[in-house]
């Protein structure tokens, strides 16, 4: 393993991917607008992301706001 890899996984915390996030990013990247394979893979992935971050910061108590933020547009 290389270096800067050790050094992500030192600092990562490892959090869970819900169910519901996961049926969440298939609804976006299935969405009219989104029709390459790339976009669509784009879209899945960013959504679990958006997901994973505003569970956490839920989990420490920071109130969040989705429909108030530029990652749900």
């Known amino acids: 393993?290389?270096?800067s890899t050790e050094n992500i996984r030192e600092k990562s915390i490892p959090l869970p991917i819900t169910a519901a996030a996961?049926?969440?990013?298939?609804?976006f990247?299935?969405?009219?607008g989104v029709t390459?394979?790339?976009k669509?893979?784009?879209v899945?992935?960013?959504t679990l992301a958006v997901c994973a971050v505003?569970?956490?910061m839920e989990m420490m108590d920071i109130p969040t706001d989705l429909n108030a933020s530029d990652s749900w547009n």
């Open 1 to 3: 393993m290389n270096n």
């Open 22 to 27: 996961l049926r969440l990013a298939q609804k």
């Open 29 to 32: 990247s299935n969405l009219d």
């Open 36 to 38: 390459s394979p790339e």
């Open 40 to 42: 669509k893979e784009q």
């Open 44 to 46: 899945y992935f960013n």
């Open 54 to 56: 505003k569970d956490y």
